[in-house]
């Protein structure tokens, strides 16, 4: 964001909200979430994209996000509509053939998603560990500062998090296995989940002071268990 001068971190944060809630809408699996996150990041690093087009460089990473990870993509007349005809079919192509060319087709990334689900199945977690994790790790997509961390600390910060959930984790401490097959010990960590347990217990707001609840909508049903309202604000001091 440093090099983008029409564009900041809070409008990129408005953008992936918005994602989040077009997701859920086209009902897509998680891998497509992750990885649309990540071609709109690598995209703005390399390209400075206007103001009037974040939101066309946003659908069009989620197009190209569903064609590589979903097997009935929506279309490109679905990414018009959701747009509220903001755009036209041509440009979402044109789009699309330009965030290709600028990441040189380069669309096979380790994103946040294989980690958290790698290290869940090793520690054998229960379902709401589970869901808690997805939901912290989810809550870290609109978050610019949370970039710094790599994508497989992310997931190994989250999971320690819901782990340590007395109310339905095991609450001992940094597990042993997860350390192994992280290969990150707890003094890694310390800092990327204290930050996540910070932008969880918040609430990131625009400079009109718009709300961002995407994420915790999605985790507050009863399809996640309501677990954004059981545990909204880790207690990270407790536990290191």
């Not at 699309?96 to 946040?112: K, S």
Request: glycine share 2%.
């Amino acid at each position: 964001m440093e090099n983008q001068a029409d564009i900041n971190s809070k409008m990129r944060a408005i953008l992936i909200d918005w994602l989040i809630e077009v997701h859920m809408k086209f009902k897509l699996v998680p891998e497509t979430l992750y990885l649309c996150v990540n071609v709109i990041d690598r995209y703005c690093e390399l390209k400075p994209v206007p103001r009037a087009k974040l939101q066309l460089v946003g659908v069009t990473a989620l197009l190209i996000a569903c064609k590589y990870e979903e097997i009935y993509p929506p279309e490109v007349r679905d990414c018009v509509y959701i747009t509220d005809n903001a755009y036209t079919r041509q440009e979402v192509l044109d789009m699309e053939q330009d965030m290709l060319e600028t990441l040189q087709f380069r669309i096979t990334v380790p994103t946040a998603y294989p980690f958290l689900m790698r290290y869940l199945s090793v520690l054998d977690a229960n379902q709401l560990v589970k869901t808690a994790s997805h939901y912290y790790t989810e809550r870290t997509l609109q978050e610019h500062d949370m970039l710094r961390f790599e994508p497989s600390l992310v997931s190994c910060a989250a999971v320690y998090l819901a782990f340590n959930n007395e109310e339905f984790g095991d609450g001992e401490g940094y597990p042993a296995r997860l350390s192994d097959y992280s290969g990150y010990s707890e003094k890694d960590i310390v800092e990327c989940a204290t930050l996540i347990a910070k932008k969880v217990g918040e609430e990131p707001v625009t400079a009109s002071r718009r709300q961002l609840v995407a994420v915790k909508k999605k985790y507050s049903t009863e399809k996640f268990g309501n677990i954004a309202d059981k545990y909204d604000n880790p207690e990270i001091e407790t536990m290191i």
